[in-house]
């Protein structure tokens, strides 16, 4: 079992910067894909960007070369930097982990986007 909290959101103006950070309890976080997902009111959930166990990455063509995602398997956290923020980038934040047969969801953290 593992158990996702994420952290970070806020109020950022348009042309700001956040970074979340989703912490992850229980063992082997190492063995697991990380992704950050996002929902926006009356949308579905899409996937925003993606760290394998081994450290590749993959983002969205909407969030390429602005936001950035990391993570820290020594401290069982990954991370998402987001820079040059949009209010379309408004919504709530989900991270998942995911392996063959195991996927764990977080409750989300709110990004609002506005001036």
């Known amino acids: 079992q593992v158990q996702l909290v994420e952290s970070g959101g806020g109020l950022v103006q348009p042309g700001g910067a956040l970074r979340l950070s989703c912490a992850a309890s229980g063992s082997a976080f190492s063995m697991y894909a990380m992704g950050w997902y996002r929902q926006a009111p009356g949308k579905p959930r899409w996937l925003v960007a993606v760290?394998?166990?081994?450290?590749?990455?993959n983002y969205a063509d909407s969030v390429k070369g602005r936001f950035t995602i990391s993570r820290d398997n020594a401290k069982n956290t990954v991370y998402l930097q987001m820079n040059s923020l949009k209010p379309e980038d408004t919504a709530v934040y989900y991270c998942k982990a995911s392996r063959p047969r195991y996927e764990y969801w977080g409750q989300g953290t709110q990004v609002t986007v506005s001036s």
């Open positions: 760290i394998s166990s081994g450290g590749s990455t």
